[in-house]
């Protein structure tokens, strides 16, 4: 099958700097694929080669089985919505909606109801003409939506769209895209640092680190079974533990990950427990996050809220299902 | 400490303010006022009379007229010339990172901190070198020389405001460079270019020490009226000229001002 984008041991380097590094990636028609990493860790730059505006030092891009190499970004049928939303400040909502479509040659009668159709699509009817500097950001964020939709483009790039806006619009957001995304059926690559955004968000998620691509799978792959320190770590503060720890419970010597929610505090000493020290507890809401410190290894447990717990400062024990321990690969 | 934006300065404040200022203006006013005297021979305080002769004398100097076109094509060369090189310029300081950036930034603001006469000087002995006979051309390229650090300024802070995904933006869209030009950048910056075109026009209509050293037997208005100050007769007529000159260069000045001020309002409100 065709992927919709696809690396071949792709690398850039900015000078002695490897922002991407040999990647290869498989991305397929229809899917929303998130790129997820800490900052400088070349999810961007992978995005900017599928755009166009960075060419691969080495390595091969396709997009729909057509070589990307050399093409400038104005011949590529992909759009991006930039992370500032890069809105032009000079001309109204529907004229930057339309812009694709002018430059293009369309008339004017037709990019204008292409313009409003899709205005409707990101539900913002009749603000064609106010100026972007007279939106919320939230709004903003809509027509910049607008403005890479009304190309119909095979791949919708976008980069870390959700970053400005506040907790409660970026959630409505996220449901908002994923919609839209299954109804238009175009392939969305999405990057982000956020974890929760790109495991409630993608089909499948790609965890960067360092210009290299740590793990593909699914939320559930990579929540579950992280395959290096690295994700167990970035995605969602697994705690990680080392290969004496893992020893005890698994026979195997190796590192392994266990989910805060997997852990559970008892008040009774037992044998088969971890004992630990209670070091703090903080109020998350529908669930409270303890801090521990098992003989000197510090591990995380979120509990729902609610229970009874012990003073910070006492002894508990730590039981968990030996199932939820996950052992990663060896050397990692 | 209590910021009082109401509360009125102290009236020794106010007194050194308004001498300020005067010091400044009454001499531009005496200008004004001997274009009106009867007596021509020399500058007569109180004038002992008042006349409106010397602009009908004016009009029919021919002199005049070809002074004045001379500066104005001048002027409107060595702007034109400056906007495309200053804007050029400005795009690549701004938009790129490259060896050596700021030093190129500094020395192409260099020409307006030097001297005039430096400027002057040093051209002068490049065209004898190069055995270029001073003609218009060489008065034009003398002026392009600041005209272009006043274009490059203007448009490298308007750059510098301007998001560079704006370009990037429309390359995504299909834009390529001449539709991005046209369509986006040319939109943003083309207030701050007006108001550093204008600013040139005026920095060079009133030049005379760089024109001094390269001009040929052409002779600018400003040069005209300098050896005009020196024979004794029909003075005034300097003076009418010399209003039609603070004329002609404060309404681009302030023009140049409205338009930059708007300006910074449209950009500050895109982002």
């Given at each position: 099958?065709?992927?919709?984008?696809?690396?071949?041991?792709?690398?850039?380097?900015?000078?002695?700097?490897?922002?991407?590094?040999?990647?290869?990636l498989?991305?397929?028609?229809?899917?929303?694929?998130?790129?997820?990493?800490?900052?400088?860790?070349?999810?961007?730059?992978?995005?900017?080669?599928i755009?166009?505006?960075?060419?691969?030092?080495?390595?091969?891009?396709?997009?729909?089985?057509?070589?990307?190499?050399?093409?400038?970004?104005?011949r590529?049928?992909?759009?991006?919505?930039?992370?500032?939303?890069?809105?032009?400040?000079h001309?109204?909502?529907?004229?930057?909606?339309?812009?694709?479509?002018?430059?293009?040659?369309?008339?004017?009668?037709?990019?204008?109801?292409?313009?409003?159709?899709?205005?409707?699509?990101?539900?913002?009817?009749?603000?064609?003409?106010?100026?972007?500097?007279?939106?919320?950001?939230?709004?903003?964020?809509?027509?910049?939506?607008?403005?890479?939709?009304?190309?119909k483009?095979?791949?919708?790039?976008l980069?870390?769209?959700?970053?400005?806006?506040?907790?409660?619009?970026?959630?409505?957001?996220?449901?908002?895209?994923?919609?839209?995304?299954?109804?238009?059926?175009?392939?969305?690559?999405?990057?982000?640092?956020?974890?929760?955004?790109?495991?409630?968000?993608?089909?499948?998620?790609?965890?960067?680190?360092?210009?290299?691509?740590?793990?593909?799978?699914?939320?559930?792959?990579?929540?579950?079974?992280?395959?290096?320190?690295?994700?167990?770590?970035?995605?969602?503060?697994?705690?990680?533990?080392?290969?004496?720890?893992?020893?005890?419970?698994?026979?195997?010597?190796?590192?392994?990950?266990?989910?805060?929610?997997?852990?559970?505090?008892?008040?009774?000493?037992?044998?088969?427990?971890?004992?630990?020290?209670?070091?703090?507890?903080?109020?998350?809401?529908?669930?409270?996050?303890?801090?521990l410190?098992?003989?000197?290894?510090r591990?995380?447990?979120?509990?729902?809220?609610?229970?009874?717990?012990?003073?910070?400062?006492?002894?508990?024990?730590?039981?968990?299902?030996?199932?939820?321990?996950?052992?990663?690969?060896?050397?990692? | 400490?209590?910021?009082?934006?109401?509360?009125?300065?102290?009236?020794?404040?106010?007194?050194?303010?308004?001498?300020?200022?005067?010091?400044?203006?009454?001499?531009?006013?005496?200008?004004?006022?001997?274009?009106?005297?009867?007596?021509?021979?020399?500058?007569?305080?109180?004038?002992?009379?008042?006349?409106?002769?010397?602009?009908?004398?004016?009009?029919?100097?021919?002199?005049?007229?070809?002074?004045?076109?001379?500066?104005?094509?001048?002027?409107?060369?060595?702007?034109?010339?400056?906007?495309?090189?200053?804007?050029?310029?400005?795009?690549?300081?701004?938009?790129?990172?490259?060896?050596?950036?700021?030093?190129?930034?500094?020395?192409?603001?260099?020409?307006?901190?030097?001297?005039?006469?430096?400027?002057?000087?040093?051209?002068?002995?490049?065209?004898?070198?190069?055995?270029?006979?001073?003609?218009?051309?060489?008065?034009?390229?003398?002026?392009?020389?600041?005209?272009?650090?006043?274009v490059?300024?203007n448009?490298?802070?308007?750059?510098?405001?301007?998001?560079?995904?704006?370009?990037?933006?429309?390359?995504?869209?299909?834009?390529?460079?001449?539709?991005?030009?046209?369509?986006?950048?040319?939109?943003?910056?083309?207030?701050?270019?007006?108001?550093?075109g204008?600013?040139?026009?005026?920095?060079?209509?009133?030049?005379?020490i760089?024109?001094?050293?390269?001009?040929?037997?052409?002779?600018?208005?400003?040069?005209?009226?300098?050896?005009?100050?020196?024979?004794?007769?029909?003075?005034?007529?300097?003076?009418?000229?010399?209003?039609?000159?603070?004329?002609?260069?404060?309404?681009?000045?302030?023009?140049?001002?409205?338009?930059?001020?708007?300006?910074?309002?449209?950009?500050?409100?895109?982002?």
């Amino acid at each position: 099958m065709t992927s919709a984008v696809s690396f071949r041991k792709v690398s850039r380097h900015f000078g002695s700097v490897r922002a991407v590094d040999a990647v290869d990636l498989d991305i397929v028609p229809g899917e929303f694929f998130a790129m997820l990493g800490p900052s400088g860790s070349g999810k961007t730059t992978c995005l900017r080669l599928i755009a166009g505006f960075e060419q691969p030092t080495a390595g091969e891009i396709r997009i729909f089985d057509e070589k990307a190499d050399g093409v400038p970004p104005y011949r590529r049928n992909v759009n991006t919505v930039f992370q500032d939303y890069a809105l032009f400040p000079h001309l109204n909502v529907l004229d930057n909606v339309a812009y694709g479509l002018m430059v293009k040659g369309i008339g004017k009668a037709e990019r204008r109801r292409a313009a409003e159709e899709t205005l409707t699509l990101v539900k913002l009817p009749g603000y064609g003409a106010r100026k972007p500097g007279q939106l919320s950001g939230g709004q903003r964020q809509r027509v910049a939506l607008a403005r890479a939709l009304v190309n119909k483009p095979k791949v919708l790039l976008l980069d870390e769209p959700l970053g400005a806006l506040d907790l409660k619009l970026r959630e409505q957001m996220q449901e908002e895209l994923k919609a839209l995304q299954r109804r238009l059926g175009i392939t969305f690559v999405f990057v982000t640092h956020d974890q929760g955004e790109a495991l409630s968000m993608a089909d499948r998620v790609a965890v960067f680190n360092d210009g290299r691509i740590m793990q593909v799978g699914t939320p559930s792959e990579i929540y579950e079974r992280p395959q290096s320190r690295f994700v167990a770590d970035f995605v969602g503060s697994s705690n990680v533990l080392p290969p004496d720890f893992v020893q005890r419970y698994s026979g195997q010597r190796r590192w392994g990950s266990l989910r805060p929610e997997s852990i559970r505090i008892g008040r009774n000493v037992s044998g088969d427990g971890v004992a630990a020290k209670l070091v703090s507890a903080s109020y998350l809401g529908a669930t409270t996050r303890l801090a521990l410190d098992a003989e000197g290894l510090r591990l995380h447990a979120t509990v729902p809220s609610g229970a009874a717990l012990p003073p910070e400062g006492e002894t508990v024990t730590l039981t968990f299902n030996r199932e939820h321990l996950h052992l990663m690969e060896e050397g990692a | 400490m209590r910021s009082d934006r109401s509360q009125s300065a102290p009236l020794g404040l106010k007194i050194a303010a308004a001498c300020g200022l005067l010091f400044l203006h009454l001499p531009l006013l005496l200008i004004f006022v001997y274009a009106f005297t009867t007596e021509e021979k020399s500058y007569q305080w109180p004038p002992p009379g008042f006349t409106t002769q010397w602009f009908a004398v004016t009009w029919s100097r021919p002199d005049v007229w070809q002074a004045l076109s001379l500066s104005v094509q001048v002027a409107a060369i060595s702007t034109a010339v400056a906007l495309v090189l200053g804007t050029l310029c400005a795009a690549a300081v701004s938009q790129t990172r490259f060896f050596g950036r700021e030093t190129i930034s500094l020395l192409v603001i260099l020409p307006i901190a030097l001297p005039g006469i430096i400027t002057g000087i040093a051209l002068r002995s490049a065209f004898n070198l190069a055995e270029i006979p001073f003609s218009f051309w060489t008065i034009v390229l003398g002026h392009a020389t600041f005209c272009v650090v006043v274009v490059y300024n203007n448009a490298v802070a308007r750059f510098r405001r301007t998001s560079g995904s704006l370009i990037e933006a429309s390359m995504d869209l299909g834009a390529d460079g001449f539709q991005t030009f046209r369509h986006v950048i040319l939109p943003n910056i083309g207030t701050a270019l007006l108001a550093g075109g204008m600013l040139a026009f005026a920095l060079s209509f009133d030049e005379v020490i760089v024109t001094t050293f390269t001009a040929g037997q052409q002779q600018t208005l400003p040069i005209w009226m300098l050896e005009e100050l020196v024979r004794p007769r029909q003075r005034p007529v300097t003076n009418v000229v010399a209003m039609v000159v603070v004329l002609v260069t404060l309404l681009p000045i302030l023009a140049a001002y409205y338009l930059t001020r708007d300006g910074d309002q449209i950009a500050g409100a895109g982002k």
